[in-house]
């Protein structure tokens, strides 16, 4: 068995979608499955139908159900004939995501999110499907909230390994092709869940895992794994080979090419994963596997934007000692804060802090009664795996640096820019 895996950008057109069929013809389709995302940026906007439903604001509504409805209508008008059945289904899935809002009557966000956010995955894995039957590549579409089945802890919700692995085994079809959704899964009262933004990787690793697949493959709009963002910087070099535990590293520090959790899971069944590119089918991208850390061993750099520095030391300048660290860790949990670099000294204690969730004013709001607090926003974080002294001095360059932590293999810098 082989699992593939396609993202947003993969099938983000109606050309994007022919570019994936071509990929697929040249590929051997025995035994193999599909884990599909929602189409290019549709999940951040099936996110503002949600916003908009929960303000109660129509007309917001009313606009971005517009904008999701227009974007798929424009594809499918692009692939398939006037009669196809296509249109029917996608008219229906509208009406059946506008017949939940009138009808739902929970205040729960979280839940909400999973229903209505849920629909990019399913609206897109029906049109690649029916797409891919009507030029025969031939296969099953199958809703994987009937198999991955999760808590209800809505929007992060936790896999259900055992149940899952039980249907998964009963429901793929080994005959066919299969396509199934990434992101979402279905808790056991048959609500919609989801994994967590970018979760579809996750989804590919799950059912490499359970099904034991002989190789997972991610396909991106990058060659593979690269030293570097090339979102953020210039030069950037192909990894060729990862290792597991590498991988994991990188992801941890925040690089974003690959879902965290997605790795775990094929390293217990030391499952090889290839990230390669739909773009150039001739580059054969990155093998993350058993083996070497990392090929070619060369700087790798990540960088973590919105964070803040925070300097917290006692009103009477006493020691900061393990329980004022307590409260602070307290703190930060209460408010969601995400600790990705600590620096201690006998009277002050320095943390860098994700903002992403824009709770760090309520944290301040607190704190600031209990500890003498200074604060700079809007920092970035680098890090650089395998540094070398060149490799810092670019990082230097691009602003004042606050703090600087190294160790063996890790350089981590704060940078305030220019
Ligand atoms: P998907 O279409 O599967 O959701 P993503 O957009 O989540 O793909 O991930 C691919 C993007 O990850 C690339 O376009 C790239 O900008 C970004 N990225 C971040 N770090 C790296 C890295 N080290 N190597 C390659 N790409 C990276
Ligand atoms: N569509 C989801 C998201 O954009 C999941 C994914 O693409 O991995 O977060
Ligand atoms: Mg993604």
Redesign the pocket.
């Known amino acids: 068995m082989k699992v593939f895996k396609f993202?947003?950008?993969?099938i983000k057109s109606a050309n994007a979608i022919k570019n994936v069929a071509k990929i697929l013809n040249s590929q051997d389709l025995s035994n193999c499955l599909l884990v599909i995302?929602a189409m290019g940026k549709m999940t951040n906007a099936f996110e503002k139908i949600t916003d908009a439903y929960f303000n109660n604001d129509q007309e917001k509504l009313t606009e971005s159900i517009d904008f999701t409805s227009n974007f798929h209508l424009r594809i499918i008008n692009n692939l398939f004939a006037e009669n196809h059945v296509i249109h029917q289904k996608i008219t229906v899935l509208f009406r059946q995501l506008v017949r939940f809002l009138t009808q739902n009557k929970s205040r729960n966000y979280d839940y909400l999110y999973d229903q209505i956010v849920s629909y990019g995955e399913l609206l897109s894995t029906i049109i690649v499907s029916d797409y891919l039957n009507e030029i025969k590549i031939h296969n099953n579409w199958v809703d994987v909230r009937e198999i991955i089945i999760t808590d209800a802890v809505f929007r992060d919700a936790t896999v259900n390994w055992q149940e899952t692995e039980k249907r998964i085994k009963a429901k793929v079809d080994f005959s066919k092709l299969t396509i199934v959704q990434g992101f979402i899964g279905g808790d056991l009262n048959g609500n919609t869940t989801t994994l967590g933004r970018?979760g579809s990787?996750f989804t590919a690793g799950i059912f490499a895992y359970c099904l034991d697949a002989e190789s997972l493959t991610?396909w991106?709009?990058?060659l593979g794994?690269?030293n570097?963002?090339?979102?953020e910087f210039k030069e950037v070099q192909l990894l060729e080979h990862i290792s597991y535990e590498e991988t994991i590293e990188m992801a941890f520090y925040g690089?974003?090419?690959i879902h965290p959790k997605t790795i775990k899971p094929i390293q217990n069944k030391k499952i090889p994963l290839i990230v390669r590119s739909f773009k150039n089918l001739n580059s054969p991208g990155t093998k993350v596997s058993e083996g070497v850390t990392l090929e070619p061993t060369i700087p790798c750099f990540i960088v973590k934007k919105n964070q803040v520095l925070v300097s917290i030391s006692s009103l009477d300048f006493s020691f900061i000692v393990e329980e004022n660290i307590s409260d602070i860790f307290k703190l930060f949990h209460k408010y969601q804060l995400k600790v990705n670099l600590i620096q201690n000294s006998a009277i002050s204690f320095s943390v860098c802090v994700d903002n992403n969730l824009n709770h760090f004013d309520l944290f301040y709001n607190e704190i600031k009664n209990m500890y003498k607090v200074s604060f700079v926003k809007n920092v970035d974080l680098f890090t650089v795996r395998y540094f070398t002294e060149n490799s810092l001095e670019g990082i230097y360059k691009l602003g004042t640096s606050l703090v600087t932590q190294i160790n063996k293999n890790t350089a981590q810098i704060i940078i305030q820019k220019k």
């Open positions: 993202g947003g950008a993969s995302s970018e990787d991610i991106k709009d990058v794994v690269l570097a963002d090339p979102r690089a974003s090419v």
